[in-house]
């Protein structure tokens, strides 16, 4: 089997501080980069500029350091198209300004202009994710909850331009436990994208954390057949394995135990 490489885009957070004393604090900045593994167990690193163009400036990084520090985002230019694509500029006005709110933790502020977006437009997928992922930061699991089953019939989600859309909700869905619903979103993206091994991880992990170890293993599988090299799947798996393993042996040790004489 051939060794796992790294490449795409990846997300880099750095955090640094401004000013000095009762002044400092901390800021985080959030860098998008191509990646690409190569000789010398280094990863070649590429940051993407304001136009998401690759800068000239080539940075090498240990590998060791890189799967530390770096995180994997799919979609991610599948993403930004979506999100350019000419709309009503009244629109984008609100949901830019909802999404600046968001970002600074201000909630009420940000479902204020989410609201007056989807008055323009009740079915736009951008506008009723934001809501719903403020809900979620609100604590209103039902009200999220609410807005993800509706984002699930509007017939765009499912179009493969906005494969990212449904991966995401999906996400936020297993996050708060809502298991039954993000199984289903995974299951209608599949039969949209059936060759798309993300999915079939995500879906997996949705399986698992709902309990559901062997149904888990079947979309590892089938995601490895797709990708054997995916790293990702081979270290769900392993994590699984290991999991029903204890499992098992604290059955067993349950049960002697209640074997043994009082």
């Not at 796992?4 to 985080?28: A, P, R, W």
């Not at 201000?106 to 951008?126: C, G, M, Q, T, V």
Request: charged share 35%; hydrophobic share 35%.
């Amino acid at each position: 089997m051939p060794e796992d490489k790294i490449e795409g885009v990846f997300l880099h957070e750095k955090v640094s501080k401004i000013g000095t004393g009762s002044t400092e604090k901390k800021v985080k900045q959030q860098m998008f980069c191509l990646a690409q593994e190569v000789e010398g167990n280094e990863v070649e690193v590429r940051y993407l500029g304001p136009n998401d163009k690759p800068m000239d400036v080539v940075e090498k990084i240990p590998k060791d350091e890189f799967v530390r520090t770096f995180t994997f985002q799919p979609y991610y230019f599948e993403k930004k198209r979506a999100e350019n694509k000419p709309e009503n500029k009244q629109l984008n006005k609100h949901i830019a300004i909802a999404e600046e709110h968001a970002r600074k933790k201000e909630f009420f502020s940000a479902e204020y202009e989410f609201k007056n977006a989807l008055k323009i437009d009740e079915e736009n997928l951008r506008a009723n994710f934001g809501i719903g992922n403020v809900y979620l930061e609100m604590g209103e699991k039902e009200k999220a909850k609410e807005i993800f089953v509706k984002i699930s019939h509007i017939d765009a989600i499912f179009e493969e331009e906005n494969k990212h859309f449904f991966n995401e909700c999906a996400i936020q869905l297993r996050k708060q436990k809502l298991f039954s619903e993000s199984l289903d979103y995974y299951t209608k993206a599949i039969k949209l994208s059936p060759n798309d091994e993300n999915l079939y991880f995500n879906l997996a992990r949705a399986h698992f954390e709902k309990g559901e170890g062997e149904q888990a293993k079947e979309h590892i599988y089938k995601a490895l057949s797709i990708k054997p090299d995916f790293k990702e799947g081979k270290a769900l798996l392993n994590y699984i394995d290991q999991k029903v393993a204890e499992s098992g042996a604290k059955d067993e040790g349950a049960q002697e135990g209640a074997e043994k004489p009082a």
